[in-house]
């Protein structure tokens, strides 16, 4: 997905953008980028692919190379950035979270106006980030060229600005799907997707950017650009997966949205009888744990961990770009505690079931090592829809999601007019459906958390939810 930082300091910078980007490196593995403005060198960028190394390592001689009283870091899963603009709105550099689902009709609509022309990677792709600084420069200011951009975006974007003077320009998408949050310290202020990476640099809380809203950020102070809109649609997968366990979102922590998830999920399987016999209450590490936590605390079952990620050589799963080396590498990981497995009925909790192929993989380690049975929760409801805002499943299809694989083996395409039914446990269709993913990976037996379960354990007015990946409503 992604994320960025950024100062606006009366003192050198650099440190703070460093260490608060790199607070974000579990947001993102596949580039990293800082940019500088200082009196005496002006605008500096740097970029590095963090295929093989991680953000602290590749850019830990950043403190001899760049220096600067404003700068913006960046974490992207997809295209190099920040990338640095010359137009006639100025210089500037410019930093994005989101994805851009139109993005051909938009570059072609522009070619076709001979507005000039884009750079082009292998295979002609344009730089998403280059794209929306196209957007911005046809306007003639920043506020009304970002607002034209996010306008014209089919997806979610938001978007950082360093200009030429040291100014910083945040704009939070137009849903508000993202966070943007602000800190204040004695010399300056910042702009951050998680609250705990300002925080730990002795940043105090001091605003947090409502939806479509654009504010101007200096050392002095935060001046709002574009009021905020009232209409929110937050994406969930913040506090279940994506978030960390530190951070606030809309006043709402994450690991206590996680114990609570976990204790709606206990409670409804104690209301039906389903957990009758279970050893041990298990998280699927590491984001399942807290929602595990949340169960056995409501469940009275003992939680335990039948098994450790070795995390020093490879701390995330999903750092490689191939899809069988990162299954091989989240097999290698997981280290087994044989006196918690052996003979045992073992109920683990999972942040989210989507293509389920390392979970798959998971439960036969765990039958291999002797377990007796192995039950499974899911801490979201069954994933429908492939997410068309921050593409969190890495589908490229609706059909590499397991439900929908499902559906289609048991009803055809006739399945897909009924997905509300399979969602709901409590329906013909649903419990087929739960039925038929137990036979495929070996669970005991299956759950998922309920949409109204979700939104309880988040406690925020729903329609500020976005649900989209589960139920398909925008």
Wanted: hydrophobic share 35%; glycine share 10%.
């Amino acid at each position: 997905m992604g994320a960025f930082f950024g100062v606006a300091s009366k003192e050198d910078c650099i440190c703070d953008v460093f260490f608060g980007t790199d607070y974000h490196s579990h947001l993102g593995t596949r580039y990293g980028g800082l940019a500088a403005f200082s009196e005496r060198e002006g605008l500096q960028r740097k970029i590095h692919d963090l295929g093989n190394a991680p953000f602290r390592t590749k850019f830990e001689h950043i403190f001899e190379e760049m220096r600067g009283t404003s700068a913006i870091g960046v974490i992207s899963d997809y295209d190099p950035q920040p990338l640095q603009i010359r137009s006639h709105l100025g210089t500037y550099a410019i930093c994005f979270v989101g994805v851009i689902n139109n993005a051909n009709a938009l570059i072609d609509r522009y070619l076709e106006n001979g507005g000039g022309h884009f750079g082009a990677a292998t295979g002609g792709a344009v730089n998403s980030v280059e794209l929306i600084a196209t957007l911005i420069n046809s306007k003639k200011d920043f506020v009304e060229g970002l607002e034209f951009a996010r306008n014209e975006i089919e997806g979610t974007a938001s978007i950082l600005l360093l200009k030429e003077d040291g100014t910083l320009l945040a704009a939070r998408d137009k849903m508000g799907r993202l966070p943007i949050l602000v800190g204040k310290k004695e010399n300056g202020y910042c702009v951050s997707f998680e609250s705990f990476a300002y925080q730990k640099l002795g940043y105090k809380d001091y605003c947090e950017l409502g939806p479509n809203e654009i504010v101007e950020v200096t050392a002095d102070g935060v001046k709002t650009l574009l009021q905020p809109q009232k209409e929110m649609r937050i994406c969930s997968f913040l506090w279940t997966y994506y978030g960390y366990p530190t951070s606030c979102y809309e006043g709402v922590n994450v690991e206590q949205m996680r114990y609570k998830n976990g204790e709606i999920l206990a409670k409804e399987d104690m209301k039906k009888g389903t957990i009758k016999d279970v050893d041990y209450v298990c998280g699927v590490p590491d984001s399942g744990t807290p929602h595990a936590i949340g169960y056995a605390n409501e469940s009275k079952i003992p939680f335990a961990r039948p098994y450790i990620k070795y995390t020093p050589t490879w701390s995330r799963s999903f750092l490689p770009v191939n899809q069988v080396d990162r299954n091989k590498i989240a097999k290698m990981k997981q280290i087994p505690v044989g006196q918690l497995i052996k003979g045992k009925s073992l109920l683990f909790v999972d942040d989210s079931i989507v293509r389920g192929t390392q979970l798959r993989e998971t439960v036969e380690f765990l039958y291999e090592n002797g377990a007796k049975a192995v039950h499974m929760r899911s801490a979201c409801p069954p994933i429908m829809f492939g997410c068309k805002y921050l593409n969190f499943s890495r589908a490229t299809s609706d059909m590499e999601l397991i439900t929908r694989r499902v559906i289609k083996e048991l009803e055809g395409d006739e399945g897909f007019n009924h997905l509300d039914e399979y969602s709901d446990a409590n329906t013909e269709r649903g419990q087929k459906m739960r039925k038929a993913i137990c036979e495929k990976f070996g669970f005991e037996s299956l759950e998922f958390q309920s949409i109204e379960g979700m939104e309880e354990a988040i406690g925020i007015s729903p329609c500020k939810l976005c649900t989209y990946c589960w139920n398909g409503k925008e």
